[in-house]
């Protein structure tokens, strides 16, 4: 059976949606300042879309599969912009909706046993798992050596003369997905995290979120 996915974009607060610009899907954007003046953009080879440049009315069907992180038909990047004037190290989270057997779960990406699959900026984020099972992948960059890091000891920071890094070229929901997915709402949520080396505390800096109803 052929699997759709209908999705809304929503901005909530600091939600922001990362699809298609123009009329393909409804944006809704909340206007915020930003902490640490860090912000999140949807960056493709032609154009750049800033939260407060997208808008619409309408919205579409995704098919399990296609990219949700694209800016008018192309494959975009999901990039975080650095205005921030002191040291910072950045993390994400994602967090989506997982069918089985009928019943719904909110899970947090791992990179294994999922049902989406994730693509980031390669080669240059790790994943760590804390002491209470959640998932984080920080920005490495130069520094980066394994898919997995035992030891936040060693995620670096970034100074003020980086103006940005990229994050994520793609996420999707897997063809394979089972019929547990009929006719059901699913949501996802990415995260972005910043803090000061020398700070205890994360800070979010933006995150979006994509509800829809899978036919």
Do not use: H
């Not at 990219?67 to 004037?85: E, I, K």
């Not at 547990?180 to 505390?201: C, H, L, R, T």
């Amino acid at each position: 059976m052929t699997k759709r996915i209908i999705a809304l974009v929503a901005s909530l607060a600091v939600v922001i949606g990362l699809m298609n610009c123009g009329t393909s899907y409804a944006w809704f954007v909340t206007t915020l300042e930003k902490k640490q003046s860090i912000s999140v953009s949807v960056v493709s080879t032609s154009q750049t879309a800033k939260l407060t440049d997208i808008d619409g009315d309408t919205k579409t069907i995704i098919m399990p599969g296609d990219n949700l992180v694209s800016l008018d038909g192309q494959g975009a990047m999901l990039r975080v912009n650095n205005g921030s004037t002191t040291n910072v190290q950045i993390r994400l989270s994602i967090e989506y909706t997982k069918y089985s057997s009928g019943k719904a779960e909110q899970k947090i990406y791992s990179g294994s046993n999922d049902d989406i699959n994730v693509t980031f900026a390669a080669g240059k984020w790790s994943k760590n798992v804390n002491a209470s099972g959640v998932c984080y992948f920080y920005y490495m960059g130069d520094n980066y050596e394994t898919a997995e890091i035992s030891s936040l000891d060693k995620v670096p920071s970034i100074g003020p003369d980086v103006s940005y890094i990229d994050a994520v070229s793609s996420i999707v929901y897997k063809e394979s997905i089972t019929r547990a997915y009929s006719g059901q709402p699913v949501n996802i949520k990415v995260k972005f995290e910043a803090k000061q080396a020398d700070n205890i505390s994360w800070d979010t800096i933006d995150s979006y979120q994509l509800s829809g109803t899978n036919a």
